[in-house]
Protein backbone atom coordinates (compact mmCIF):
# COMPACT_ATOMS: atom_id res chain seq x y z
CA UNK A 1 0.00 0.00 0.00
CA UNK A 2 1.53 3.32 -0.90
CA UNK A 3 1.70 6.31 2.04
CA UNK A 4 -0.72 8.28 -0.09
CA UNK A 5 -3.36 5.82 0.57
CA UNK A 6 -2.84 4.82 4.10
CA UNK A 7 -3.51 9.04 4.40
CA UNK A 8 -6.70 8.90 2.22
CA UNK A 9 -7.52 5.78 4.77
CA UNK A 10 -7.38 7.82 7.47
CA UNK A 11 -8.51 10.90 6.11
CA UNK A 12 -11.87 8.90 5.73
CA UNK A 13 -11.50 7.16 9.19
CA UNK A 14 -11.85 10.91 10.34
CA UNK A 15 -14.67 11.93 8.31
CA UNK A 16 -16.69 9.22 9.20
CA UNK A 17 -16.37 9.89 12.36
CA UNK A 18 -16.50 13.69 12.15
CA UNK A 19 -20.03 12.73 10.67
CA UNK A 20 -20.91 10.60 13.21
CA UNK A 21 -19.78 12.94 16.14
CA UNK A 22 -20.84 16.30 14.52
CA UNK A 23 -22.78 17.63 17.54
CA UNK A 24 -20.47 21.03 16.80
CA UNK A 25 -19.06 19.92 20.79
CA UNK A 26 -16.41 17.78 19.78
CA UNK A 27 -13.55 19.95 18.44
CA UNK A 28 -11.81 17.92 16.70
CA UNK A 29 -11.21 20.36 13.77
CA UNK A 30 -7.19 19.25 13.21
CA UNK A 31 -6.36 18.35 9.87
CA UNK A 32 -3.50 16.43 11.20
CA UNK A 33 -3.20 13.17 10.60
CA UNK A 34 -3.23 12.01 14.03
CA UNK A 35 -5.15 8.99 15.27
CA UNK A 36 -6.46 8.32 18.75
CA UNK A 37 -6.29 4.74 19.36
CA UNK A 38 -10.40 3.97 18.56
CA UNK A 39 -9.27 5.25 15.00
CA UNK A 40 -6.36 3.27 14.83
CA UNK A 41 -8.50 0.51 16.00
CA UNK A 42 -10.80 0.72 13.11
CA UNK A 43 -8.44 1.65 10.28
CA UNK A 44 -6.41 -1.84 11.26
CA UNK A 45 -9.88 -4.06 11.49
CA UNK A 46 -11.20 -2.40 7.89
CA UNK A 47 -7.61 -2.92 6.75
CA UNK A 48 -7.82 -6.80 7.63
CA UNK A 49 -11.59 -7.39 6.60
CA UNK A 50 -10.58 -5.68 3.21
CA UNK A 51 -7.35 -8.03 2.89
CA UNK A 52 -9.46 -10.74 3.43
CA UNK A 53 -12.16 -10.71 1.13
CA UNK A 54 -9.93 -9.24 -1.48
CA UNK A 55 -7.78 -13.22 -0.53
CA UNK A 56 -11.17 -15.07 -0.55
CA UNK A 57 -12.29 -13.59 -3.63
CA UNK A 58 -9.10 -13.93 -5.81
CA UNK A 59 -9.10 -17.87 -4.40
CA UNK A 60 -12.64 -17.93 -6.14
CA UNK A 61 -11.48 -16.42 -9.22
CA UNK A 62 -8.61 -18.64 -9.87
CA UNK A 63 -11.00 -21.81 -8.88
CA UNK A 64 -13.06 -20.32 -11.70
CA UNK A 65 -10.55 -19.36 -14.16
CA UNK A 66 -8.87 -22.93 -13.90
CA UNK A 67 -6.21 -22.83 -16.81
CA UNK A 68 -7.69 -19.92 -18.41
CA UNK A 69 -6.13 -17.47 -15.78
CA UNK A 70 -3.42 -17.32 -18.45
CA UNK A 71 -5.71 -16.01 -20.73
CA UNK A 72 -6.69 -13.14 -18.40
CA UNK A 73 -10.39 -13.87 -17.39
CA UNK A 74 -13.00 -17.19 -17.53
CA UNK A 75 -14.51 -17.78 -20.90
CA UNK A 76 -17.87 -18.65 -21.40
CA UNK A 77 -17.01 -22.49 -21.85
CA UNK A 78 -14.84 -22.73 -18.53
CA UNK A 79 -17.60 -20.59 -16.59
CA UNK A 80 -19.90 -23.60 -17.47
CA UNK A 81 -17.57 -26.00 -17.22
CA UNK A 82 -16.89 -24.58 -13.52
CA UNK A 83 -20.20 -24.05 -12.45
CA UNK A 84 -21.24 -28.09 -13.80
CA UNK A 85 -18.59 -29.02 -11.86
CA UNK A 86 -20.05 -27.21 -8.34
CA UNK A 87 -23.57 -28.92 -9.29
CA UNK A 88 -25.18 -25.94 -11.15
CA UNK A 89 -27.65 -28.19 -13.94
CA UNK A 90 -30.43 -25.57 -13.95
CA UNK A 91 -28.77 -23.03 -16.18
CA UNK A 92 -29.13 -24.12 -19.88
CA UNK A 93 -26.40 -22.53 -22.45
CA UNK A 94 -28.57 -19.86 -23.42
CA UNK A 95 -28.91 -18.59 -19.37
CA UNK A 96 -25.32 -18.93 -19.19
CA UNK A 97 -24.75 -16.96 -22.34
CA UNK A 98 -26.88 -14.35 -20.52
CA UNK A 99 -25.15 -14.76 -17.35
CA UNK A 100 -21.57 -14.25 -19.10
CA UNK A 101 -22.64 -11.30 -21.37
CA UNK A 102 -24.30 -9.69 -17.96
CA UNK A 103 -21.08 -10.69 -15.88
CA UNK A 104 -18.78 -9.71 -18.46
CA UNK A 105 -18.87 -5.66 -17.71
CA UNK A 106 -16.39 -4.19 -20.23
CA UNK A 107 -17.50 -6.83 -23.11
CA UNK A 108 -13.85 -8.22 -24.32
CA UNK A 109 -15.34 -11.41 -24.23
CA UNK A 110 -13.99 -12.60 -20.58
CA UNK A 111 -14.56 -12.54 -16.92
CA UNK A 112 -11.39 -10.73 -15.96
CA UNK A 113 -11.13 -10.00 -12.06
CA UNK A 114 -12.83 -7.05 -12.10
CA UNK A 115 -16.01 -8.24 -14.08
CA UNK A 116 -15.68 -11.09 -11.33
CA UNK A 117 -15.38 -8.87 -8.40
CA UNK A 118 -18.03 -6.83 -9.51
CA UNK A 119 -20.26 -10.07 -9.64
CA UNK A 120 -19.74 -11.72 -6.69
CA UNK A 121 -20.09 -8.09 -4.85
CA UNK A 122 -23.67 -7.85 -6.50
CA UNK A 123 -24.74 -10.64 -4.58
CA1 LIG B 1 -14.36 -8.49 -19.27
Do not use: H, W
Not at 16 to 38: M, P
Amino acid sequence: MEISEVEQNIRNIKQEKRAVSSQGGDDDSDEELELDIDEFISFISKEMMDNDIKEELVEAYRKFCGPDESKGGITLSQLQETMATYGEKRLSPQDFEMLFRETDYDGDGLINFDDFVRMMMSK
